[in-house]
């Protein structure tokens, strides 16, 4: 009978390692899959692609892309709901006008680097949507980083200058490594 039990134990414990090593390994090959999911093949022709009209009389929100990857619906979400409205000007906004890929794939072009945004705009936008950015280097975010504490430090001098408080928000379900200096949660007031 111990023999029996003995027996059941074995084959037990080789199905559950069997099968916990086959999970494993399409969880893990899945989820490289879904986050690595960079472009490979060169960029196609965007000739004739135009940039939106700006409308300096309607408030402005930029929605930031990374240098690596972006949460595909924390990009999505913010980008539509606010162009729904028609009460806003909308940009896709990155580090350069390369091609840059949100996670599943999709891959998406920049309206506007941060220097044409600013030459755009010449203030800060009204409202910064941060999607979460994955970063497998963190120096690839910097200049993402540094754009977004600059566009606070100009918002802030703007308002001093009126003598008005300072109430600008930036937007971020998932602000990754504190990107900015202080780590405030989610909905970071800049001051």
Known sequence: MLRFLLRIAVYLSVVVVLMGGVI????????????????QEPVPSLQGVQ?????????????????ENTEGLDF??????????????????????QVRSLTGGLDVVPHY????????????ADIIAI???????PKSYEPVRKWI??????????????????????IGWQISSNALANDAGPYQEIS
């Open 24 to 39: 494993a390994s399409g969880y893990l090959s899945s989820q490289k899959a879904f986050w690595g999911s960079v472009r």
């Open 51 to 67: 940039k939106p009209q700006h409308d300096p009389n309607k408030p402005t929100v930029v929605v930031l892309l990374g240098n």
């Open 76 to 97: 999505m979400i913010p980008y539509q709901l606010f162009s729904m409205t028609g009460a806003y000007n909308v940009y896709a906004v990155a580090e350069d006008n």
């Open 113 to 124: 680097s941060f220097k044409e945004m600013d030459e755009l705009l010449g203030k800060s």
């Open 131 to 137: 999607p979460y950015m994955t970063m497998r280097d």
């Open 149 to 170: 504490a600059a566009q606070g430090n100009h918002f802030n001098k703007h308002l001093r200058r009126r003598g008005q408080s300072c109430r600008y928000r930036v």
